[in-house]
C-alpha cells in the first residue's frame, strides 16, 4: 500500500492544500513555508485512527485551537478541517480514498468516508455503515461509544472487512521522528517499548526490546558508516534503566593488537547518535516514516549513505531538507518525482509544488544534478514563476 496524495484544508497554514507523494518524498522552501506542518498533519492523521489525541496534543504542549488555521479561507470561522488521503494497494492501481471533517473543539471526526477494494464505510451522525459495492450488501452499526478521532479507533476489527482493516494497519503504523534530537537520545529509560518516540526519548528502551535479528541487522548497516564499531548494547541497570554503549575497535600498534573503546550515550557524537535512530526505526514495521531537516548532525561523509539507504527503504519516507547535498544523491527520476516545494501565498496559505516541474529547474534538470540546481536557484524569486505557471494553468 502505498499513499499518493493528500489534501488539507484549515490544519494550521494548510488551506486547500495539496501534496502528491511518491515512495520517497523530499520536502523543501524557505524558513516558515510549512514543512514541518505537512508533517505534523501526516502525524495527527495518523492520530485520528490511534484515537487519543489528547495525549498527542499534550506531547506537542498544544491546545485544540492552535491547529485551526488563523489566515482567511472559507472554513477559518468554523472548528473544523477536512482531509482526504489518496492510495494504493498492492492488488490494484485503482487509486481509493478517505476522507472526513474534523471537529476541533469535539476531537472527533464528524464525518468519515473510506473507499477501498469493494468495499465503503460511511458515517451519518450516530450511524456507521459499510457496503459491500460489488454485492450491494450492506451492514450498518449504531455508534454508542465515545471515542476521539476517527470511527476506525472505535469500531471493533471483526466488523471491519479486510481491505479497509488493512488500509487502518496501514495509517497506524505512519510513525513521525520529526523531534529527534540528540538530547532526547542520549536519555536512560525503563519503559518497555517496540516503538520511538517521537523526539527518540526512549531510544535505550527501544533497542533493549529489538529482537537478535533486528540488532544485528542494525549493526550490519551502521557499520558501513563507521567500520569501526563493534557493538551497540542497550545496558539494563537498577531498578529497569537502561542505558546505551557503544563498542568500538581500534588497532593497538605497540602488540600488534586490537583494543575495544566503550563509550556511553553521553559522550556518542549527535550524528551517530541520530543514525541509530534512523536505522533502527527502518527496521520496524512501520510503514511511513517523517523526518524532519534529516541533515542535522551528519557530516557530509555520511549523507550519501544516509540518502542511499532512505531511498531504498521499504517504507514510504518524507524527509524535510535545507541541504542541497541531500538533493545532489538522489538519482533525477527519484528528485523528479519526489522534491516538492514548499512555499506561502500572499495571504499566508501554504502551497505545494512538484519542484522539478517549475520550468527553470526542469531545464536546469538537463545539465545539472538535483542538488546544483537546487543550489543554483534562489527560492525567494521563485515565487514569481510560480505565479505565471498558475495563471497559465487557469
Known sequence: MKITEIEISNFKSLVDFNLKLSKFNCLIGLNGSGKSTVLQCIDFLSQLV???????????????????????????????????????????????????????SKKYCTSEEIHVSN????????LVSITDTKTGSKESYQINTVYEGSILSSLKEELLPDPILKFKKYILCIKSLELLSPEYLRMRTR?????????????????????????????????????????????????????????????????????????????????????????????????????DEIENGFNPELI?????????????????????MILNYLEDNIA?????????????????????TIPSLAEKLHFMGPGEAFADTNLTNLADEIKQLNAQEQ
Request: proline residues 3%.
Open 50 to 104: 490511534i484515537g487519543d489525541i489528547g495525549n498527542w496534543l499534550k506531547q506537542r504542549n498544544w491546545k485544540p485551537t492552535d491547529l485551526k488555521t488563523k489566515i482567511p479561507s472559507n472554513l477559518a470561522s468554523k472548528q473544523v478541517f477536512t482531509f482526504k488521503i489518496s492510495f494504493k494497494t498492492n492488488e490494484t492501481d485503482k487509486s481509493e480514498y478517505w476522507t472526513g471533517t474534523y471537529n476541533l
Open 119 to 126: 468495499y465503503s464505510l460511511k458515517t451519518d451522525k450516530s
Open 191 to 291: 519503559d518497555a517499548t517496540k516503538s520511538l518516540m517521537l523526539g527518540g526519548q526512549n531510544l535505550s528502551s527501544f533497542l533493549h526490546s529489538m529482537s537478535p535479528y533486528n540488532r544485528q541487522k542494525l549493526i550490519d548497516k551502521l557499520k558501513k558508516a563507521y567500520p569501526r564499531l563493534k557493538e551497540i548494547v542497550a545496558k539494563a541497570l537498577r531498578f529497569g534503566w537502561k542505558k546505551i554503549e557503544i563498542s568500538e575497535v581500534y588497532p593497538d600498534y605497540a602488540t600488534n593488537n586490537e583494543h575495544t573503546i566503550t563509550t556511553e550515550a553521553r559522550h556518542i557524537n549527535d550524528g551517530m547518535l541520530r543514525l541509530i535512530a534512523i536505522l533502527s526505526e527502518l527496521t520496524t514495521s512501520d510503514s511511513f516514516v517523517l523526518f
Open 304 to 324: 550519501e549513505f544516509l540518502i542511499d539507504t532512505l531511498t531504498s527503504s521499504s517504507q514510504q519516507i518524507i524527509v524535510t531538507t535545507h541541504s542541497p
Open 336 to 356: 523528479e518525482s519526489g522534491v516538492n516545494y514548499l512555499y506561502k501565498t500572499t495571504i499566508g496559505h501554504t502551497k505545494s509544488i512538484p519542484f522539478f
